[in-house]
């Protein structure tokens, strides 16, 4: 029982405030991890593309090119990707959980 626990409904109408930017910042780091797979898909569309006759080894080169720029979002030097962004969220639900677990006990 939540009221039991000494929780009550203006605590939780008060957190969503705070959930609101906790989901619009997890939102907007999905779209950079998106954005970073999909500039990995770059080089083999390219290189996928028939540009004519005799463009083989300028096409390899543009396409060098574009694996070593390494292209991406980058959030403080790493390379952001939606796999990293969903292993982060679901370690801060995690400890989310325990924390209401906790806290719902005492």
């Known amino acids: 029982d939540v009221v039991g626990s000494g929780l009550s409904c203006r605590s939780a109408v008060g957190a969503l405030p705070a959930l609101t930017v906790v989901g619009a910042v ?3 780091l999905l779209l ?8 990995a898909r770059v080089p083999a ?22 694996i070593s720029s390494a292209a ?3 959030v ?17 639900c995690v400890v989310a ?4 677990s906790r806290v719902v006990t005492m």
């Open 45 to 66: 569309l390219i290189n996928a593309v028939n540009f004519g006759p005799d463009t083989n080894a300028a096409r390899q080169e543009v396409v060098h090119y574009i």
């Open 26 to 28: 997890l939102y907007l």
């Open 76 to 92: 403080f030097g790493i390379r952001l990707t939606v796999a990293m962004v969903l292993k982060f969220a679901y370690g801060w």
């Open 32 to 39: 950079g991890g998106t954005i970073s797979d999909k500039c």
């Open 97 to 100: 959980v325990g924390v209401v």
């Open 72 to 74: 991406g979002f980058y």
